[in-house]
């Protein structure tokens, strides 16, 4: 299946200068906008973010080997207080992609014809990395389970005044009891 790329796609990187000839290689750094939409529900790549990429394009004897690095600024909320959180994370990237699909299986990636597309490469590594539970500290505590405020703004001695249902009916009793006494 070969799939045509928009060479103005910021993500789609020509091979040219490599030549198809094995060995040839080279050492590229580059800072790409951000693809749309790569995340889960409580963080991923903000939009407008800027990637850092420092990667290396060989030429073997089926396709173009891509390896490297890319580090991406990471915004979303915290899991246990919903505040804003902000990281970054550095993902490793490697990736062949073959000149023919005679080469290659299903899932590989293809080059077409000079053109590469490292979009995908990037939205796999990176959705792979992020934290399944985001948290604006180490040592977060969440809100209260009661009246959901913020434990940290809270303080210590936060708690509520609750009866414990079996409390509840024991006082019951208790009570019952003084009035038998009293009658
Ligand atoms: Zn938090
Ligand atoms: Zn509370």
Redesign the pocket.
Known sequence: MTQHLDPRSPWVISTHDLGKRPGTMRQVSVTLPAPVDIGVDMIGVPKDAEIELDLRFEAVMEGVLVSGTARTPLAGECSRCLDPVSSEIEVDLQELFFYSDEDASEEDSLLDGELLDLEPTFRDAVVLALPLSPMCRDDCEGL?V??G?KLAE?GVD?R?EKIDARWASLQGLITDKDNDQEK
């Open positions: 209260c009661e009246c405020v809270a936060h509520h």
